[in-house]
């Protein structure tokens, strides 16, 4: 299997939308996730995750080229406005953590596999 990069996911997720490419979409991950013993659910969620960083880092650097010019007042209201707008959170810190820390040992494990045979 060649080289994908998180980009490449995105265009032939978006190429399987059709039915037929669906079911074809839908085997290549069965048999990814048999060739690396993992779940194909498992293998969907890697690249999803891998979306969401690509995201978070893009947010981010945003975030740094706008902060950069804000004083700390200004910087202050932002994140009240942020945090505002943000989703309420309904775990404890510590559930949080476990939960985090668990996403990062599967996704490492994921990661290391998919670089193995070269998908990623």
Not at 39 to 57: G, L, Q
Not at 63 to 73: I, K, W
Not at 104 to 114: A, D, H, P, S, Y
């Amino acid at each position: 299997m060649g080289r994908l990069m998180a980009s490449d996911v995105e265009k032939v997720v978006r190429l399987f939308r059709k039915r037929e490419t669906q079911e074809s979409f839908g085997e290549w991950v069965v048999q990814l996730a048999r060739k690396i013993q993992e779940k194909p659910e498992d293998i969907v969620w890697f690249f999803n995750e891998m979306r969401r960083r690509k995201e978070w880092e893009e947010k981010l650097r945003e975030f740094e080229r706008v902060a950069g010019d804000l004083s700390p007042d200004e910087l202050f209201e932002l994140a009240v406005r942020e945090a505002e707008n943000a989703p309420e959170i309904k775990k404890s810190t510590e559930e949080l953590l476990e939960e985090a820390k668990e996403n990062i040992r599967k996704f490492r494990r994921l990661e290391v596999k998919l670089k193995r045979i070269g998908v990623i």
